[in-house]
């Protein structure tokens, strides 16, 4: 199970860093694909769409929005299936405070909640497993500026005593986009990279109006490539009207493993 929940982690930080989130706020002028089913609100995503050389079917990420355009869920489907959700509980601010994960295969959830201080600076958070075996997280974020820099992940297996798990670090650029993550090594002590982004200069797939703890996650741009010590994805997009992606050519190189490629189609 403690594999699962780590590679869905993974899985939902790759969706947060290159699909989702843009901290402030754009203007919509038209889409690049029509498919608005999901959405109330015209000209925002509503779905991406993936084909991927590593089987014959496709799935999709789809995307719901409150009454003010906020985003409050999105989930994985394979062949009309759900295979994973996310859903958002928002402040009257509109700041999330929480989250659900559900995997319905593994018939396994996660509840998160999250602390605001006084400013509305997320400060730590808790995540709650709904098996009893799996281990229960929480994270503190440091800030530099209006930024958060560091982030220290505390675990508690079966619900024992915390202890200390890990300390990541984040770089960005003048756009404010994410370009480094590092995470301490525990055993030198020191900091070591765990992966590289480089964006163009296009509006994100997903708009955003709040400023929140996404923030540590956030894209003003598209990402180009992502690429750590045991893997290189590259992207390659076109854009439509509304100068957002219309569609994205995506290949994964591994170390250790074969290549594939993906191609995307975004619906808004």
Request: net charge neutral; proline share 2%.
């Amino acid at each position: 199970m403690k594999n699962n929940i780590i590679m869905k982690k993974v899985f939902g930080l790759s969706i947060m860093l290159l699909i989702i989130v843009a901290l402030n706020s754009c203007s919509t002028n038209g889409s690049a694909n029509s498919n608005n089913s999901n959405s109330n609100w015209n000209g925002k995503l509503s779905k991406i769409v993936i084909q991927s050389s590593a089987g014959p079917g496709s799935y999709s990420i789809n995307f719901f929005y409150d009454n003010n355009g906020r985003l409050i869920r999105y989930y994985t489907a394979e062949g009309g299936l759900m295979i994973e959700s996310w859903t958002f509980t928002r402040n009257a601010d509109g700041k999330i405070v929480g989250e659900t994960f559900i995997n319905t295969s593994q018939n396994y959830s996660e509840n998160t909640s999250y602390n605001l201080n006084a400013n509305g600076q997320y400060i730590s958070s808790l995540m709650i497993p709904s098996n009893a075996n799996a281990s229960r997280d929480s994270v503190v974020y440091y800030y530099n500026g209006n930024k958060i820099e560091q982030t220290y992940t505390y675990t508690s297996y079966r619900y024992g005593a915390w202890s200390y798990y890990k300390k990541d670090r984040y770089t960005f650029d003048n756009n404010d986009n994410i370009i480094k993550t590092e995470v301490m090594d525990n055993l030198s002590n020191q900091w070591t990279v765990s992966n590289n982004y480089s964006y163009d200069s296009n509006l994100p797939a997903l708009e955003s109006d709040d400023d929140n703890l996404n923030s540590i996650l956030c894209t003003h741009n598209n990402v180009l490539n992502q690429a750590s010590v045991s893997y290189n994805f590259t992207y390659t997009y076109s854009y439509g009207s509304n100068n957002r992606p219309a569609t994205a050519s995506v290949m994964r190189t591994y170390t250790s493993g074969p290549t594939q490629t993906e191609n995307w189609t975004y619906y808004y």
